[in-house]
């Protein structure tokens, strides 16, 4: 399912708080999306009166995009796991990219955001990380998510409250930034990505942009990095090779490319 703006509404749960009526107005307004007032009538009646498929429903704890019997939402499963499973060091992305503890890590293609609370388990309260979203409803409903997330340990909340997400592409970000702002730039493009059905990433392909980092981003990466960059890429690397980008990990689905700065 890929949804555009004009697929959107936004609204709120049968019985709303006040809170989350004038959540729901400000985020309709931030999008120029139509606000629907529930009225204790169910999403499939609004969504046919809207003749726009899909809803979204603003909970004081979290944005859930509702359509036809699908409810998605943030969820901080695979985050969930590798903090509590492995460990920051037995961690994939987190080995590869060497983030440490007190780092600044850029996230550029922030998704789901596992990645980036991991990362912001790895660097700790004296660390930051930074994730940019292009699909700017994406990056509402991560946001509102990790803002609101209320279980999972003390370590994996901590986590996702230090992220800082941006709704910008790249690019953009990148060229406006100082030379060697942060020790670690992150790309993981929606081409690394396994085409079938973990959970939550039916939400990020709602909405995902799908953006091939060319070499113009990279050499932007390459001066806003004072360690390395590192980006994920589908085996067998195809984009890394393109990009002439050192290969330095590799399992059965997803290699590793980083360039040391
Ligand atoms: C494969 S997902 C990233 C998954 C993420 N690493 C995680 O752990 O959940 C790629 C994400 O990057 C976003 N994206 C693609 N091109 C982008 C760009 N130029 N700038 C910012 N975000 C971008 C997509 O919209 C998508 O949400």
Known sequence: ??????????????????????SAAALAKRHDLPLVAR?????????????????????????HLVSGDARLGF?????????????????????????????????????????????????????????LEAAPILAEIVAAGMAGYGKGSAELRAAMRRVEIIATRAGDYLAALPPRSFDVVAFDPMFAWPQDGAHGLDLVRAFAVDDVPDAAVLTEACRVARRCVVMADGAPGPRLEALSIPIVSQDRRRWWGRIDV
């Open 1 to 22: 399912m890929r949804l555009a703006p004009g697929d959107l509404f936004v609204t709120t749960r049968k019985k709303p708080t006040n809170a989350e009526e004038a």
């Open 39 to 63: 009225e204790g009538r169910s999403i499939a009646h609004h969504a046919r009166e809207m003749g726009r498929p899909a809803a979204l429903v603003v909970r004081v704890d979290a944005i």
């Open 75 to 131: 969820h901080p499963n695979m985050a969930a796991r590798r903090i509590a499973g492995r460990g920051i060091q037995g961690d994939h992305y987190i080995r590869v990219a060497g983030i440490r503890p007190g780092d600044h890590v850029l996230d550029c293609t922030c998704g789901m955001g596992a990645d980036a609370i991991s990362a912001a388990n790895a660097v700790g309260e004296t660390g930051r990380v930074v994730a």
